[in-house]
């Protein structure tokens, strides 16, 4: 540490690198220590006390009886500051006029890549991650990358199973702000997601991906239990169920149990009476698309049922279960 023998002004400066002014007048020698174990002591002949403030004018270090006493308190700076419109504080006028804007709607910032507008120049700097490819943040539970340290923190509230997001509609719990907004899309009844091989409308782009895997054939999910094949993971999760034996979907009108809730809304279509499938060979009409399409094998002629005792074939499962009850 230098040592200052005539000047009477000295300078300090703190471990951020700030410069700390202040001013000893008759002892010069002023010997400094860090918090990792140097002492900071000064000798102050006349002056008591002397107190060292920054350029702002917070209390930084105080000297008293010759000893810098190593406390650096840096007051928090009063929020008084407040946003009208959502009540959040600040501590600097020049922050609430930033943050004004989010509540404004205007978009001044525009991604050059996608044209997507934002509010907060933060948030354009943020959103060309995406663009440019840079995944840094990987998720040590799944392996999964991110552009940004914000995004990894949101996903590990899944592994964690935190669902603090409620839709108020229909009570389904999410764990991120951004899933639950996605969501609501089913509820607005807006469908701006059109499939160009069959015109049919979704109100999520991921569903219209899901939906595009029926035109393109692929099934790449297998059920190790029975060898059936899906084109979506969620459909293969679903099917598992079946091979648990759970059925927790209970009928209120009738009593039975499902093992999906899918299975249990068409299983309803039975009791409303509603029969909205019809087959164009007869007439005959049916309450799901699964009936109908069972029933259409009728009409085909293909028996792919047979039964190990006798022989006999039939075109529907159920009709060869009955069958196999006289045996």
Excluded at 147 to 173: N, W, Y
Excluded at 258 to 278: A, D, E, M, P, R
């Amino acid at each position: 540490m230098e040592v200052v023998k005539e000047e009477p002004d000295i300078k300090l400066v703190c471990e951020a690198g700030e410069e700390l002014m202040g001013v000893v007048k008759e002892e010069p020698v002023v010997k400094l220590e860090s918090e990792a174990g140097k002492e900071i002591r000064a000798k102050v002949k006349e002056e008591p006390e002397v107190k060292i403030e920054c350029e702002v004018g917070e209390e930084l270090l105080f000297i008293e009886t010759g000893i810098v006493q190593d406390t650096i308190t840096r007051p928090a700076k009063a929020k008084r500051f407040k946003c009208l419109q959502c009540g959040k504080s600040f501590a600097y006028k020049s922050r609430l006029a930033r943050h004004s804007i989010v509540h404004s709607g205007v978009k001044a910032f525009r991604c050059d890549e996608c044209g997507k507008l934002f509010t907060k120049k933060g948030s354009l700097t943020q959103h060309l991650l995406i663009h440019s490819g840079v995944k840094n943040y990987k998720c040590d539970e799944c392996g999964k990358l991110f552009t940004d340290k914000s995004t990894l923190t949101k996903h590990l509230l899944i592994h964690a199973g935190v669902k603090r997001f409620r839709c108020d509609e229909c009570g389904k719990l999410f764990g991120a702000k951004g899933d639950l907004n996605r969501h609501l899309l089913i509820h607005s009844g807006e469908k701006k997601f059109k499939c160009d091989e069959c015109d049919k409308l979704f109100s999520l782009k991921s569903h219209l991906t899901q939906h595009q895997l029926i035109h393109s054939g692929v099934k790449k999910y297998k059920c190790d239990e029975c060898g059936a094949m899906f084109r979506v993971k969620s459909h293969l999760s679903e099917h598992l169920v079946s091979h648990s034996g759970v059925k927790r979907f209970k009928c209120d009108e009738c009593g039975k149990m499902f093992g999906h809730k899918f299975s249990l809304t068409q299983h309803l279509l039975i009791h409303s009476g509603v029969k909205k499938f019809k087959c164009d060979e007869c007439g005959k009409q049916f309450g799901t698309k699964g009936n109908l399409n069972q029933h259409l094998l009728i009409h085909s002629g293909v028996k792919k049922y047979g039964c190990d005792q006798c022989g006999k074939l039939y075109t529907r499962q159920n009709a060869l279960n009955k069958h196999l009850q006289h045996h």
